[in-house]
T-cell receptor
Framework: GDSVTQMEGPVTLSEEAFLTINCTYT??????LFWYVQYPGEGLQLLLK?????DKGSNKGFEATYRKETTSFHLEKGSVQVSDSAVYFC?????????????FGKGTHLIIQP | DAGVIQSPRHEVTEMGQEVTLRCKPI?????LFWYRQTMMRGLELLIY????????DSGMPEDRFSAKMPNASFSTLKIQPSEPRDSAVYFC????????????FGSGTRLTVV
């Protein structure tokens, strides 16, 4: 079945460091890809998305590029802030002409130290 | 826009009792999803509805779990009888159209079964 694999956490960085969180997927066909962020005690929020190969999603300084060749969707940010501390989830979905559920990775806990 | 509203935020119950979790999706959204989040298993899709009709309930762990969506503005997830291994955070999410738009999550219900 479809699956998403993320790098294990926690990932601890200093403020203003460069961030990469790796995400790879296994799926038959070409899904849409998403990054969600979860702050403590809250639900998941959509951070960015890409719906086809070579698309780049971006939001709040975060970026991720849909790489079909490597089945990857790595999340990057050039300079992280303490407020970026959260759990980040990579996910995929097939629209199939109607709404369907998201398949999530296990999540990566990011800790940014001042 | 009040977002996806879940109630209660926290629920503590004794093993064997019936538990009902509630969700009010965003007005105009025609898809609704129930997810369960645990440390061990991450985020799991339990069931989803399109236009109030259950589409895929293959993620429902066993017959003790049931979900209904009697109208476009309300859904319930019921566990009867509850067991300690059901302890988790349960999220409801809603969306409009295909998955390319992403989904909006509620803040979750933290269920503890003792």
């Amino acid at each position: 079945g479809d699956s998403v694999t993320q790098m294990e956490g926690p990932v601890t960085l200093s403020e203003e460091a460069f961030l990469t969180i790796n995400c790879t997927y296994t799926a038959t066909g070409y899904p849409s890809l998403f990054w969600y962020v979860q702050y403590p005690g809250e639900g998941l929020q959509l951070l960015l998305k890409a719906t086809k190969a070579d698309d780049k999603g971006s939001n709040k300084g975060f970026e991720a590029t849909y790489r079909k060749e490597t089945t990857s969707f790595h999340l990057e940010k050039g300079s992280v802030q303490v407020s970026d501390s959260a759990v980040y989830f990579c996910a995929l979905s097939f629209s199939g002409g109607g709404a369907d559920g998201l398949t999530f990775g296990k999540g990566t806990h990011l800790i940014i130290q001042p | 826009d009040a977002g996806v509203i879940q109630s209660p935020r926290h629920e503590v119950t004794e093993m064997g009792q019936e538990v009902t979790l509630r969700c009010k999706p965003i007005s105009g959204h025609n898809s609704l999803f129930w997810y369960r989040q645990t440390m061990m298993r991450g985020l799991e899709l339990l069931i989803y509805f399109n236009n109030n009709v259950p589409i895929d309930d293959s993620g429902m762990p066993e017959d003790r779990f049931s979900a209904k969506m009697p109208n476009a503005s309300f859904s319930t997830l019921k566990i009867q009888p509850s067991e300690p291994r059901d302890s988790a955070v349960y999220f409801c999410a809603s969306g409009r159209g295909g998955s390319n738009y992403g989904y909006t999550f509620g803040s979750g219900t933290r269920l503890t079964v003792v």
